[in-house]
């Protein structure tokens, strides 16, 4: 079965400086990767995907993510954080078996100014 | 510009009562979701469909069902509302094939 593990819960971090929030995941198939961001009272939106190809996949706003097969990793990264990234990141993990996509608890990210 | 939406946003219900939350989707997907969200949990799937006429059950269907008669809708009954249930609601739609889903702004539900 599928599953995927968030290490952290909340990470704090001050503006303008990188910052790395960690997805592992399990599947004993070929899967697909995704980054979701939810802003305060929003719904989820899709920031990143790994789907095949280039493992180093990168969203519009300065986050990027690498798949790592042997580690079985997608870690999302940011050189340098602003106050709006203040949001909280779902890492998502699914495969070409079914269209049903299994969420990580997520990790809050705060912006200290 | 197709959309997904969600009614109503809030809701406050007592112990016993049934309780639909609608979602109406225009993207045409084939594929629609509902998760709840509670702290420390993430998002947890309650049911899901491919299609009309089609229901699933997801991790945590229990006291919950969907029906599906159109393309567009998914609404989500809580036959005998519980505290339990007190959460927030989401429903998401994907096309088929397409793991990708776009998710609408949430139903936040208290049962007392």
């Known amino acids: 079965a599928q599953s995927v593990t968030q290490l952290d819960s909340q990470v704090p971090v001050f503006e303008e400086a990188p910052v790395e929030l960690r997805c592992n995941y399990s599947?004993?198939?070929?899967?697909?990767l995704f980054w979701y961001v939810q802003y305060p009272n929003q719904g989820l939106q899709l920031l990143l995907k790994?789907?095949?190809?280039?493992?180093l996949v990168e969203s519009i706003n300065g986050f990027e993510a690498e798949f790592n097969k042997s580690q079985t990793s997608f870690h999302l990264r940011k050189p340098s954080v602003h106050i709006s990234d203040t949001a909280e990141y779902f890492c998502?993990?699914?495969?070409?078996?079914?269209?049903?996509?299994?969420f990580g608890k997520g990790t809050r990210l705060h912006i200290l100014p | 510009d197709a959309e997904i939406t969600q009614s109503p946003r809030h809701k406050i219900t007592e112990t016993g009562r049934q309780v639909t939350l609608a979602c109406h989707q225009t993207?045409?997907?084939?594929?629609m979701f509902w998760y709840r969200q509670d702290l420390g949990h993430g998002l947890r799937l309650i049911h899901y469909?491919?299609?009309?006429?089609?229901?699933n059950k997801g991790e945590v269907s229990d006291g919950y069902s969907v029906s599906r008669s159109n393309t567009e809708d998914l609404p989500l009954t809580l036959e005998s509302a519980a505290s339990s249930q007190t959460s927030v609601y989401f429903c998401?739609?994907?096309?088929?094939?397409?793991?990708?889903?776009?998710f609408g702004p949430g139903t936040r539900l208290t049962v007392l």
């Open positions: 993207w045409n997907h084939n594929n």
């Open positions: 469909s491919y299609g009309v006429q089609d229901t």
């Open positions: 790994y789907l095949s190809g280039s493992t």
């Open positions: 998401a739609s994907s096309a088929a094939g397409n793991n990708e889903q776009f």
């Open positions: 599947s004993s198939v070929s899967v697909y």
């Open positions: 998502a993990v699914s495969d070409d078996r079914d269209d049903k996509i299994i």
